[in-house]
């Protein structure tokens, strides 16, 4: 990535979420590919627009697993807007079925992720590809 900006993202999930082994993994995976990488745990969405905000962050990605992410989405598309960083690219991953899926591509999050969609280079080079402006 000689040349190029340093890929900012923010990882987080709710702390009332216990499963975090496959974020922790795209974390360290986005490290490797010398993404900085931000990770939080929230109690309410608020606060991770908010380390968006002040991080400056390019990317956000949030993990779920359960029903959380019908109220986190939309409440953080818009904060992301109220705080005029709606260009910020959100992902989600986790648990989430194939109507989710649709609902959330219909808010503006640009990528779902989800238990055998693919590999975590897909995940890397869909952020890559979204920043540099190839995807």
């Known amino acids: 990535m000689e040349g190029k900006k340093n890929i900012r993202v923010l990882l ?37 627009a908010e380390t968006a905000l002040q991080e400056n962050v390019d990317v956000i990605g949030l993990s ?12 953080l598309m818009e904060l992301l807007k109220e705080r005029n960083i709606e260009d910020t690219r959100v992902l989600v991953g986790g648990t989430i079925t ?7 591509l219909k808010t503006g999050i640009r990528g779902v992720f989800t238990p055998g969609s693919g590999s975590v280079q897909g995940i890397v080079n869909f952020i890559t590809s979204n920043i540099y402006g190839t995807g």
């Open 64 to 75: 779920f697993y359960g029903a959380g992410l019908r109220y986190d989405i939309p409440r």
């Open 98 to 104: 194939e109507q989710e899926k649709a609902e959330l």
């Open 12 to 48: 987080s999930k709710s702390d009332q979420d216990a499963h975090e082994v496959g974020i922790r993994y795209v974390a360290s995976s986005l490290k490797d590919a010398g993404m900085e990488v931000i990770f939080t745990r929230y109690t309410i969405i608020d606060e991770v």
